[in-house]
């Protein structure tokens, strides 16, 4: 009996002591802001990275001048691009660099809806694990929710994009250049899913550079609900 006395004793002290460390890990000041407010904050958190960030992306120049998300070619094309220009061919490689960031510029203006979407589906749950999770935790939760749709959205306008500017023959002459040229073994990628693939990884790319910038910046929490919700995790 004294056995079972002690055992329950130590237990409860032990319980007691786990119990605190995770009550001294919790954020303070949680007074006052109750669940729907959390993610209502992380919704807007993430409202603003597409609107300050993805739309810039949608813009002229806003894939091929921004060297974080700048699309270059694939591996296998990247020894094309040097030896055109090793035979003077520099300007070919340039122009089908540049088509295919148009070609993704054109598609990131399908994202938006896709992402209001999903970002209107985030629940207490997910807000929870979020709000204390990397920096990146809620592009993370986006990109689990979007990528698939957002692939299928980009894909076919990327692949129009190529045709409308004439990206499908520039590149199938760059190709034929180079296929042509001696000691060289032929290459032919298919463009539109890796340039698909490249402009999903620069929307959350984007994304995460505005969620990381409200994380740990204050003066990035613009509005009283950004303030008052990411503080729980400072």
Known sequence: MKRTLLCLLVFQLVACTELQQVVNQLPQGTTGIGNAEIAQGLREALNMGIEKQVNKLANE???????????LLPEELQKVD?????????????????????AAEDA????????????????????????????????????RSTKTQLYGKFNPIIKNSFQKVGADKIWSNIITKYNNLPLTNDVNPDLTDYTTNEALEGVYTMIALE?????????SRTTDLLKRVFSLQD
């Open 211 to 219: 969620e990381k910038e409200i994380r740990t910046k204050v003066s």
């Open 61 to 71: 120049n806003g894939f091929f001048r921004n060297e974080l998300v700048k699309i």
């Open 82 to 102: 040097k030896t055109l220009r090793d035979v003077g061919l520099g300007s070919l490689a340039d122009e089908g660099l540049k088509i295919i960031n148009r």
């Open 108 to 143: 990131v203006g399908e994202a938006t809806p896709i992402f209001v979407d999903a970002v209107k589906g985030i629940t207490f749950n997910d807000a929870k694990q979020i709000l204390l999770g990397a920096d990146n935790a809620a592009t993370q939760y986006l990109e």
